[in-house]
Structure formats: C-alpha cells, structure tokens
C-alpha cells in the first residue's frame, strides 16, 4: 500500500512517516528506488 502511494505521489516524505522511518534512506531502501531518483524527488519537496 506505501509503495502505491509513492507511486501515485513520487513523495518519499509523504510515505516516510507512514513507514516509521526517520530517515530517508531507509526509506529509499524499503520501496527499491534509485537513490539518484529518490534524492532529486526529496530536494524538490518544500519543508
């Protein structure tokens, strides 16, 4: 269900929380995502 909201969204920090993680690398890890592609997502999203 997480991998599908991320796959609708492309927000690792909106699944992130979901997940428990407090980072985000564990995060890039849980769902399989390129690192590459996961990084340029994350420093897209406003905090």
Known sequence: MV??????????RA??????HTKIASTVRYLGT????ALLIAEQIEF
Do not use: R
């Open 3 to 12: 991998s599908m909201i991320y796959q609708g969204t492309g927000k690792l």
């Open 15 to 20: 699944v992130q929380p979901l997940l428990g």
């Open 34 to 37: 390129d690192i590459d592609d």
